[in-house]
């Protein structure tokens, strides 16, 4: 799949969708990177492409990706605590362990990558 959004990047429009998809990784014990992004923030348009790359070179991590401004998912992005965009945030079994704010591409890769070892094989 050299084209195209990988499998593991899903975008997340609805609150039960957002427990159903935690609900799973906790079951599997899948770490799961989220972006909450907005689609008028300028840096969150330029990591994008970035965490994209990411999702494809780690099939074995759950990526999701949250509008802010989707009425759908206000509840979550208060109950997350975001007050910045871009904020990625890891959970592990379900349960948050990490975040980042901002769009530093750096930053990110090693927010992945400290992740990333800890992440069951498929």
């Not at 208060?78 to 530093?104: R, W, Y």
Request: aromatic share 10%.
């Amino acid at each position: 799949m050299a084209h195209g959004t990988p499998a593991n990047l899903v975008y997340v429009t609805a609150k039960a969708d957002w427990e159903s998809r935690l609900a799973t990784a906790k079951a599997e014990n899948k770490v799961t990177i989220v972006d909450f992004f907005a689609q008028w923030c300028g840096p969150c348009k330029v990591i994008a492409t970035v965490y994209e790359t990411l999702a494809k070179e780690h099939p074995n991590i759950y990526f999701l990706k949250v509008d802010v401004d989707s009425p759908e998912m206000t509840a979550i992005t208060e109950a997350c605590g975001i007050t910045a965009m871009p904020t990625f945030q890891v959970f592990v079994g379900g349960v948050k362990v990490d975040d980042l704010v901002g769009a530093s591409q750096d930053k990110l890769k090693a927010l992945v990558a400290k992740y990333a070892s800890a992440a069951p094989a498929q």
